[in-house]
């Protein structure tokens, strides 16, 4: 019962952004997990779908993320860098926000790698495997990679709203919340999963086909 009351107040207070200490030990208890699980799975779906509906988002919206954060940290850090050394002065937070938009820029950048398949998968070595063996290696990558989607969402909820509810600022700023940076990371690991999703229905439908299942990636290719 205590789960399910848990289960409750986590939905109940995400919702209305009431958010205080007896939700916070409630993001912290195994209740978590069984919120958020679900929400991945529902939420990977859901990516799935407005990807097959939108290709434009398919293709483009996690290169977009890494492209324009990867140019506002190389911004802020040139910027910075000419007023410390040239006016003898330098913004408080420079030092801060490149860090957390770097983090931004990496997540996103491994959610787009899984679509390009470009993470560690030994495809010398599964090339040479039959199609039964090919198929059951890409189904495990699925596997563990959706697991670690779930496991990820479920933590950073928990740091998400722990930070929230610390009022936690940005180091050099005065009301720059650390949440705003943080709360992107169980969004990005949903769409990962969706990623993960899109490759397991690929998979399988090479499979029923006859196709061949391993390829030569790219990093940093177009698919």
Known sequence: MSILADMGTIVG???SGDIDFKVVQAYRSPAAWFV????????????????KKVPWIDRHLERTIIVYTYIVIALIIFVGVIQRFVFSAQVPWSTT?????????????????VKLRTHLSFNEFRSKMSPNGQIACLMLDNVL????????????????VNTYDNFAIVLGTDNVMRWWFIVTMPICFVMMAGRVLENTFEDLTK????????E????????
């Open 13 to 15: 207070a995400t919702l």
């Open 36 to 51: 958020f699980g679900p929400l991945t799975v529902i939420g990977a779906f859901l990516v799935l779908f407005i990807y």
């Open 97 to 113: 926000i490149p860090p957390l938009l770097f983090m931004i820029m990496a997540w996103y950048g491994c959610s787009y790698n």
């Open 145 to 160: 990679w959706f697991i670690f989607c779930i496991i990820v969402v479920t933590t950073t909820a928990r740091v998400t």
């Open 207 to 214: 499979y029923r086909n006859g196709e061949p299942l391993i």
């Open 216 to 223: 030569q990636a790219v990093i940093g290719g177009d698919v």
